[in-house]
């Protein structure tokens, strides 16, 4: 396969982000998928999320299994740390790399076969452990790679481009990222980056583990009529429960909303969450109510996107094994091996 290289020039009138770097210095090789292709949308929101949010990108570390959206990595933070992990492994993958090193900002990208199928059950743990991670799956509900067979998030009823109707229930990904204790759960549309990118970088600044479940349709083989996957249909059931926004951490002057307009939740870096309703009885930090929100839309064939949960007092996996604050990756040896003393009075402490 040939590989077209992007010139390492920049236009000299490309606006730098706080640490000197353009939104070119975030870009990755050139996509080999096919033209439209929602993931690539994806791909350019997280370029943005990273610009605007000053992000470095040798402090962070995109991990991936295998399918379409596993090649994704290749394509944004091309300076960053990479791993292209065995089929629906990445999570245990960066598990392990987060708790060497709680450093760096861990990008967890999947699709719904790499997640929904095989995956699965790393999936679920990442999720009930707290991993402090942004875990993106790019959602198409097919097998893109194996030419257009259902995946496991395809809605019963859907139409394959060959016309036949898919007969199983579907994997609910939100659902379970819910159920399973996720702390920052979200949905978003590769066709709408005015919402995608907010979603993203909220999930950057997220203290534990945050998933993001994003509609990215197959313009190859699920982007046609009778498909609950393709742009047109989303575009016509897309039921937005809010729209989020940044404060930077400076002191802004800001005129007073309307009474029960807005919520405003503090983030672990100190930095502000805005979530302006559109929906002026949901409770996005609810977790039971969002539960019942995206079921009983779902039911009626819409697909719900926006910040669907949050909870802003979130701890990750390090806080639960009380880890120290120091990453273990820059330990030495005397303090990550003891010695034998001290190991069997740790096992005797467990009989």
Known sequence: MTYIAKPRLHHPTLQP???GYTRRDYEGKVSTLCAGCGHDSISAAIVQACWELDVEPHKVAKLSGIGCSSKTPDYFLGASHGFNTVHGRMPSVLTGANLANRELLYLGVSGDGDSASIGLGQFAHAMRRGVRMVYIVENNGVYGLTKGQFSATADRGSKSKKGVLNPD???DLIGMALQLGASYVARGFSGDKAQLVPLIKGAIRHGGAAFLDVISPCVAFNNHAGSTRSYDYVREHNESVNRIDFIDLAPEVLAAPEPGQTID???????????????????????????NHVQAHQARGEVVTGLIY???????LHAA???PRQA????????????AATLAKINASLR
């Open 310 to 316: 949050v909870d802003p007092r979130a701890a990750d």
């Open 321 to 323: 094994l009380n880890t």
């Open 169 to 171: 229930s579907p994997v």
């Open 17 to 19: 982000n706080k640490v």
């Open 328 to 339: 273990l990756n820059k330990m030495n040896e005397p303090e990550l091996c003891p010695g």
């Open 265 to 291: 939740l503090r983030q672990a870096d100190g930095s502000v969450m805005r979530l302006r309703k559109l929906h002026a009885d949901y409770e996005a930090t609810d977790r039971i109510a969002a539960m």
